[in-house]
């Protein structure tokens, strides 16, 4: 059945191109209802207008966690979204939105490794041969909870620029294959 999600992002958004390309070429069983960022600034915004994809945008500095957090399930229950896809969000989810409903993130590491900023690169500089990617719910605490999917990549003797390139292409990858899974359970 076709399921209503909404993509959380603060950045680039290559996360968001790829599940939007997967919705159009049919690989998930997803409408992408809306996009929620934190920075206004974010590439992520022109490329969800781009696609008519409408963006909300909040701003911790002004509101509450909660406030925010009230706001957007009031934007959930409008366009009827069940399911949340965190694509490089860079703010806590708090309990409200956590109680609300599923929220998957993904984590460019093998989790529980590397939680936090510049996964891939504390990875790479403690020389590690694979790199991986997660894709988890989450619960209260960062980069935690529950896995759908981990892969990863290997290094040997690649530059750190190209060892992020190919984390991103598996990323992009691994994200549709996690939805896919989760769409089937149910
Ligand atoms: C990705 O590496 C994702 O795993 C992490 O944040 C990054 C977002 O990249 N959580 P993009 O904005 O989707 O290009």
Do not use: W
């Not at 409200?96 to 990875?123: D, F, M, Q, T, V």
């Amino acid at each position: 059945m076709l399921k209503r999600v909404a993509i959380f992002a603060s950045g680039n958004g290559s996360n968001f191109e790829a599940l939007y390309q997967a919705q159009v070429n049919k690989e998930i069983d997803i409408s992408i209802e809306l996009v929620v960022t934190n920075n206004k600034d974010a590439y992520v915004i022109k490329r969800a207008q781009e696609y008519n994809v409408e963006v909300y945008i909040v701003d911790y500095k002004k509101d509450s966690e909660s406030e925010i957090e009230a706001n957007i399930i009031k934007q959930l229950k409008e366009k009827e979204v069940t399911l949340v896809l965190l694509a490089g969000y860079l703010k806590k989810i708090g309990p409200l939105l956590i109680n609300h409903c599923p929220i998957i993130n993904i984590h460019p590491s093998y989790l529980p490794k590397y939680k936090g900023l510049n996964a891939i690169e504390r990875a790479f500089m403690n020389g590690d041969e694979y790199i991986g990617v997660s894709v988890h719910y989450i619960d209260e605490q960062l980069d935690n909870g529950p896995i759908i999917m981990q892969e990863g990549i290997r290094v040997n003797n690649n530059s750190l620029e190209k060892t992020i390139e190919e984390v991103h292409k598996l990323e992009h990858h691994l994200y549709v294959a996690s939805l896919q899974k989760v769409l089937e359970e149910i």
